[in-house]
């Protein structure tokens, strides 16, 4: 008893082991990065005055399908937001092949060349998880502060890591892509409970425009969209334990929100919708930071 006695003594004495500083930078650049020993790389921005002694919040930004990382993270301007606020953002490539870029693999869920990835398919979900466990080993990334945002397909998987790896990620922001679990196969109207069972509650605030035709907010388009944005949004609600009735404002001109709140752990679910909006980066890059800066795992 005493020789256990003495070394928890000795072990609470001992000095805290030397927090990673972050190898990656300098602060303001772009840079393809290896992830640890994935075999795999990302685009990778690190904001301007990024301390690497600091681990800062991080952003996984998800392409659409047949898109790439580096154009994702070009197009979305989300590397000037990082600027502004702070966080770094990691722009992964998927790992299934789709004309000159990739899709992601969302199982169960056709790509938009139709095919259902098989179990010889990357498991993306465990590339994402990893790489956040590499940035954060590295002194990079906060783990309590990982947001996801992604375009179109890419919006889609980051609706998908919110129901199977809630735990990882203080909220979500799919844009043109929300989904709550693939569509029921006996009314694909509907979001299928079985396939969307977070282990934590998920903030999500949604970004849409309602003239998109290739994923319509009022539903229907290919096999993986079929069910309406709003029944995404409702479902995620229901997920997160939400109280109080929805209520439609106007945010800004030509934007207008569909709210849930009064949620377990304080996890709103928002749609804002774009009038004139098409299938495009539509998200409003500053109060989507703004929503990700209230929450932390």
Not at 152 to 173: E, H, K, N, Y
């Amino acid at each position: 008893m005493m020789r256990i006695l003495i070394s928890a003594v000795l072990f609470a004495l001992a000095p805290a082991a030397h927090a990673a500083t972050c190898s990656i930078g300098p602060a303001g650049t772009t840079q393809r990065v290896a992830i640890g020993d994935t075999g795999r790389a990302m685009t990778v921005h690190l904001p301007t005055g990024f301390d690497p002694s600091r681990p800062a919040p991080l952003v996984m930004l998800l392409h659409g399908s047949g898109g790439t990382g580096a154009t994702m993270l070009r197009d979305s301007k989300l590397a000037e937001a990082a600027d502004r606020h702070g966080f770094v953002v990691a722009a992964p490539d998927a790992w299934i092949a789709h004309d000159q870029g990739f899709v992601w693999n969302i199982p169960g869920v056709p790509t938009v060349a139709g095919r259902i990835p098989g179990p010889g398919d990357p498991d993306d979900v465990a590339y994402l998880t990893a790489a956040i466990d590499w940035f954060v080993a590295q002194g990079c990334a906060d783990r309590s502060r990982v947001y996801a945002t992604g375009l179109s397909g890419g919006g889609r998987m980051t609706s998908w890591l919110g129901c199977v790896a809630a735990p990882r990620f203080a909220a979500i922001a799919p844009v043109v892509g929300l989904r709550a679990g693939n569509p029921r196969k006996d009314d694909p109207t509907r979001p299928d409970p079985k396939t969307c069972r977070p282990k934590a509650a998920m903030p999500v605030i949604a970004f849409a425009g309602d003239a998109d035709r290739t994923n319509p907010i009022q539903g229907g388009g290919a096999g993986y969209w079929q069910y309406t944005m709003h029944a995404a949004e409702a479902r995620w609600a229901q997920l997160n334990g939400c109280t109080a009735a929805p209520v439609t404002r106007w945010v800004t001109t030509g934007v207008y929100e569909e709210l849930y709140s009064g949620c377990r752990s304080e996890a709103d679910v928002s749609g804002r919708i774009t009038v004139g909006g098409g299938h495009s980066w539509v998200a409003d890059n500053d109060a989507m930071w703004a929503f990700f800066a209230r929450h932390r795992r």
